[in-house]
C-alpha cells in the first residue's frame, strides 16, 4: 500500500500540466464564488476587474517559457497604486483600503508556480540560510496575525512573498546574458515612471489629484501642479525614491544595465529623484555607489569614476533649467544645518519615544505593528501610538522583539558572508548584491524594512550574484592547468 502510494505521488510530482489544471480550476471556482458574492457590490466589482486583468498574463507568464515574469512582477509593484487610483477616479471617489492593492502580491505568489514544478535545490547552506530569515519572520508572523489580525496578515504577506523571488532565483538561476536583459529593462521600467513623474509634476493628473485629497498626504506639499513632491506611479515619494535608487545605482556603474535610454537616462532619473525631495535617498545612492566602487574590479572603477564625472557636470548645468530647483537646493542644503531641520528633530523625538516603549514590549508587536497597514487595517496608532518609529533599526525590534530582532540582523549578517564567499570574477552581481545589503542597513536610519518593495528589491538584486552551475568561474589551479595543456 504504502508503495503503490509512493508512486502516485511520484506520478503526480511528474505531472506539471495536471498541477496547472488544478491550479486553473481553483483560481476559476474562486473567481464565480466572488463574482457571486459581489454582483451587487459595485465597488468590489471593478476591483476584481482590476485585480483579474493584471493577475491574468503574471498566470500566463508562469506557465509559459522565460523570465517575463520577473520584469512583470517589478512593473506590478510600480505602477499597482496607480492602478488602483484609475480605479477610485472611474468610481468617482476615494477608498482608503482596495483589493487592488493584493495585486503586487499576488502577482509575486505566482512564482510559487513555478517554484513548486521544480523544487527548491537540495543545498544545505541555501536551505539553511533562507531558514535563519524565515525563523525571525514565523515568529512575528504568528505574534502580528494574533494581536494585529488584518494587519498582521497583510504585513506577513509583504515580507513573506519578496522571498519567493530570492528562492525563485535560486532554483532557476539565470544565465549572464538573462541578467543583464532583465536590468536594461528594469532600467526601462524606471525611466518611463520618471517621464510620468514629470507630466505628474507639471499637469496633475486628475485622478492622482483625486487621491491626494483622499489620501489626505499633507507630507506631499499643495495639490497643484508643481507645488508637491512627485510620487509618479507609487503611493508616496519614500517608495519612488527607493525604486529610482534601486534603478539608478545599477545605470551608473555598468553600461550594459542602463537599457536604451543610456546616459540620458540617467540624468532622467535623477531629475525625477530630485523632485521627490527624499533626503534620505541621495545618502543611500551614494552608499550603493561607493560600497560598489569598493567590491568592484580595478578595471570597473576607472570607467564608474568617468560616467560619475560626466554624469555630475551634466546634473549641474540641468539642475537651474529644472522648475523650482531651488526647493531641490535648499533641502540639500538642510543635512548641513541639522538643529534647525524640523524633520530631523521629529525623528529624533519618535525614536527617543519608542526606545522605552520597545523596552516596555520587549517581546516585540509583530508584523502589522508599525508602518502603513497599521494605520489602514489596524487601530490607526500601531506601535506605542506611533504609525511608524522612521528608524528601521529600532522598527525591527520593536516587530520581532529584542531576540527575534537580534536573529533578524544575524540573518543578514550570515547572508552578506555567503555573498561575500561567491567568486567575484566575471560576476559583476556579487558587489551589487553587496552593495543592495549594505544600502537597506542605511536606509534603516530613516525608516523602512524588509517588507514590501523595499523586500523585492533586496532578494532581487541579492539573488542574482548566485549563477547557473555551469557558469561558476573554475579554480585558478585548474583554469592554470587548461591553459597550460
Not at 5 to 12: D, R
Not at 128 to 134: G, H, N, P, Q
Not at 278 to 303: D, E, H, N, P, Q
Amino acid at each position: 500500500m504504502t508503495d503503490r502510494l509512493t508512486l502516485m505521488v511520484n506520478w503526480l510530482q511528474r505531472q506539471v500540466w495536471l498541477r496547472n489544471l488544478i491550479m486553473a480550476a481553483i483560481m476559476l471556482g474562486g473567481c464565480l464564488y466572488l463574482g457571486k458574492y459581489t454582483s451587487f457590490n459595485k465597488t468590489m466589482v471593478v476591483q476584481l476587474i482590476g485585480l483579474t486583468a493584471f493577475l491574468l498574463p503574471a498566470f500566463l507568464l508562469a506557465l509559459a517559457k522565460g523570465n517575463g515574469l520577473l520584469i512583470y512582477i517589478s512593473l506590478m509593484w510600480a505602477v499597482a497604486p496607480e492602478i488602483r487610483r484609475l480605479a477610485d477616479y472611474y468610481m468617482g471617489y476615494y477608498h482608503a483600503v482596495s483589493l487592488i492593492s493584493l495585486l503586487p502580491l499576488l502577482t509575486t505568489g505566482m512564482l510559487l508556480l513555478r517554484i513548486l514544478n521544480k523544487g527548491i535545490p537540495e543545498n544545505k547552506p541555501i536551505r539553511s540560510m533562507i531558514a535563519t530569515f524565515l525563523i525571525p519572520f514565523g515568529y512575528a508572523a504568528v505574534i502580528g496575525i494574533v494581536i494585529n489580525q488584518a494587519a498582521g496578515l497583510y504585513t506577513v504577506l509583504t515580507a513573506v512573498a519578496p522571498l519567493c523571488i530570492f528562492i525563485y532565483l535560486i532554483s532557476h538561476p539565470l544565465k549572464r546574458e538573462e541578467k543583464d536583459r532583465f536590468m536594461a529593462m528594469y532600467a526601462t521600467l524606471a525611466v518611463l515612471l520618471s517621464i510620468y513623474g514629470w507630466i505628474q509634476y507639471i499637469y496633475l493628473p486628475p485622478w492622482d489629484l483625486m487621491w491626494m485629497y483622499g489620501a489626505k498626504m499633507i507630507s506631499l506639499g499643495k495639490p497643484a501642479p508643481m507645488q508637491f513632491r512627485v510620487f509618479s506611479t507609487m503611493n508616496s515619494t519614500g517608495p519612488l525614491a527607493i525604486f529610482l535608487i534601486s534603478a539608478l545605482i545599477p545605470m551608473v556603474v555598468n553600461r550594459k544595465w542602463r537599457g536604451p535610454f543610456g546616459l540620458l537616462g540617467i540624468l532622467i532619473v535623477l531629475s525625477t529623484l530630485g523632485t521627490t525631495l527624499v533626503r534620505s535617498a541621495w545618502v543611500t545612492l551614494i552608499v550603493g555607489i561607493l560600497v560598489y566602487v569598493l567590491f568592484a574590479k580595478s578595471a570597473s572603477r576607472l570607467k564608474i569614476i568617468l560616467t560619475l564625472t560626466a554624469v555630475s557636470a551634466a546634473a549641474m548645468l540641468a539642475l537651474p533649467l529644472l522648475p523650482n530647483s531651488e526647493q531641490l537646493t535648499d533641502r540639500v542644503g538642510t543635512l548641513g544645518n541639522l538643529e534647525e531641520d524640523g524633520s530631523f528633530n521629529a525623528r529624533i523625538g519618535l525614536a527617543l519615544h519608542a526606545v522605552p516603549e520597545i523596552l516596555k514590549q520587549p517581546f516585540g508587536m509583530g508584523f502589522g505593528s508599525i508602518g502603513q497597514s497599521s494605520s489602514k487595517l489596524g487601530d490607526g496608532e500601531g506601535f506605542a501610538g506611533l504609525g511608524s518609529v522612521d528608524n528601521g533599526y529600532l522598527g525591527t525590534f520593536a516587530t520581532y522583539g529584542l531576540i527575534g530582532g537580534l536573529l533578524f540582523f544575524r540573518a543578514v549578517l550570515l547572508y552578506y558572508r555567503r555573498i561575500r564567499s561567491i567568486p567575484q570574477e566575471d560576476n559583476p552581481y556579487v558587489p551589487l548584491a553587496l552593495s543592495t545589503i549594505l544600502q537597506l542597513m542605511a536606509a534603516f536610519f530613516f525608516g523602512g524594512g524588509l517588507e514590501g518593495l523595499s523586500a523585492v528589491i533586496f532578494w532581487l538584486f541579492t539573488g542574482l550574484a548566485f549563477m547557473p552551475p555551469q557558469e561558476k568561474p573554475a579554480p585558478q589551479g585548474e583554469a592554470n592547468a587548461k591553459l597550460t595543456s
